[in-house]
């Protein structure tokens, strides 16, 4: 029984093998199994002996967590993101919005590489002085990394557009805006 794979072309697939006219289809294997969708376009099924092994490599990836005092060192493999990886392995890293949008899981690389295109929440600038992103970050080789401050990184990437330095809390100022109320 032939695979029913989807085709780009329609959803409802009828699964027939027919013979394969090799004028048309000459990338096809010889003794393949095929299906065809409505539309008649063959779609060959292989099988995870066909393909052989895909072995993806994997990478020991160290995390020093300064916030808990805790270090923490797991396998991930280059596909897989690194905060995602830790905690299929049970193991708890800090994380807000999984996007790569916020500085929450933000890490400074201590050696190796990683590959993070969709990081948004940090500046090109910041990712050259190796800054990085956990929750969208792919290990290249291995690597360890030391967790950071959320406000910390999140100053660095935009506290010279809103003001000229850390803010400091006005008590006063506080007790004024209470007492109006």
Avoid at 80 to 85: E, G, K, M, T
């Amino acid at each position: 029984m032939a695979l029913i794979l989807p085709c780009t072309f329609c959803t409802s697939l009828q699964q027939k093998n027919f013979p394969i006219n090799r004028r048309y289809f000459p990338n096809l294997r010889r003794g393949a199994t095929t299906t065809t969708c409505e539309f008649r376009i063959p779609v060959e099924v292989s099988t995870p002996s066909d393909r052989g092994s895909l072995v993806v490599p994997s990478h020991k990836v160290t995390v020093h967590d300064r916030q808990r005092g805790v270090v923490h060192e797991f396998e991930v493999p280059e596909d897989q993101y690194i905060l995602h990886s830790a905690e299929s392995q049970n193991i708890t890293l800090p994380f807000a919005c999984r996007h790569g949008c916020c500085t929450s899981c933000a890490v400074r690389v201590k050696s190796g590489e990683l590959r993070q295109p969709q990081a948004l929440g940090i500046s090109a600038e910041l990712k050259s002085q190796g800054y990085a992103l956990l929750c969208v970050g792919f290990p290249t080789s291995d690597l360890e990394v030391e967790t950071q401050d959320e406000d910390e990184v999140y100053w660095l990437q935009f506290g010279r557009y809103f003001a000229r330095g850390p803010i400091e809390r006005d008590d006063y100022a506080l007790e004024l805006a209470m007492g109006d109320e």
